[in-house]
């Protein structure tokens, strides 16, 4: 986990509000990453952010939003947009993105939603 | 779209033998193929990984391969132990997007002592 952290670790959300989850990191990465998990499957891309104040959709971006104002922060909202939203989220940032090559991505411990 | 599948879904190994996870992708791009980790509840931790310009990469009990011909890479561990039971997600990069990660479904792996 190591420089990433994730908050709250448990959130549960009625139905209809919207819920913001927070991740932090002091690791000084460019790069940062908002991912779903749900059981049994492989991780789905949210949001992700190459720069501040810059951010692109993911493959499952809708219901979602996110903000990137400062470089250590990139807070997503789960709106009640979002159909079925209870699933683990994993946020993850990288150093930077080298042209043409990928980067190594280290995550954060997760947060688990779940919409009562 | 650009997909990896992951095999098997589940593995059952006794402590000591040795489990090989393997993965194959679809973007003929992709240049960086990393393995993640991830115990219950908990967020993935990288073990290991690849980049294109090598077929074979080891540290200690855990190696990766790539063949890059037949788009395939493998997660080799030998001697495996009881804590080395947890779920293995393997992923390769998007070619032409940067950073972005493509992630295979997991493979719940059981070392049973």
């Known amino acids: 986990d190591g420089g990433i952290t994730q908050s709250p670790k448990y959130l549960f959300r009625k139905e209809g509000q919207n819920v913001t989850l927070s991740c932090e990191q002091n690791?000084?990465?460019?790069?940062m990453y908002w991912y779903r998990q749900d059981p049994g499957q492989g991780l789905r891309l949210i949001y992700y952010?190459?720069?501040?104040?810059?951010?692109q959709k993911g493959d499952i971006a809708e219901g979602y939003s996110v903000s990137r104002e400062k470089k250590e922060s990139f807070p997503l909202t789960v709106t009640s947009a979002q159909k079925n939203p209870t699933a683990f989220y994993l946020c993850?940032?990288?150093?930077?993105?080298?042209?043409?090559?990928?980067?190594?991505?280290?995550f954060g411990p997760g947060t688990r939603l779940t919409v009562l | 779209g650009e997909n990896v599948e992951q095999h098997p879904s589940t593995l059952s190994v006794q402590e000591g033998d040795s489990a090989v996870i393997k993965c194959t992708y679809s973007?003929?791009?992709?240049?960086?193929f990393p393995w993640y980790k991830q115990e219950l509840g908990k967020g993935p931790q990288l073990i290991i990984d690849?980049?294109?310009?090598?077929g074979e990469k080891k540290d200690q009990r855990i190696a990766v391969t790539l063949n890059k011909t037949a788009k395939h890479f493998s997660l080799h561990i030998t001697e495996t132990q009881p804590e080395d039971s947890a779920v293995y997600f393997c992923?390769?990069?998007?070619?032409?997007?940067?950073?972005?990660?493509?992630f295979g479904q997991g493979t719940e792996l059981s070392v049973k002592p």
């Open positions: 690849i980049r294109s310009n090598v």
């Open positions: 952010s190459q720069i501040v104040n810059d951010f």
């Open positions: 992923a390769a990069s998007m070619g032409n997007q940067g950073g972005k990660l493509i």
């Open positions: 993850a940032s990288s150093p930077h993105r080298l042209a043409g090559a990928a980067d190594t991505q280290y």
């Open positions: 973007d003929s791009a992709s240049n960086y």
């Open positions: 690791l000084n990465h460019d790069a």
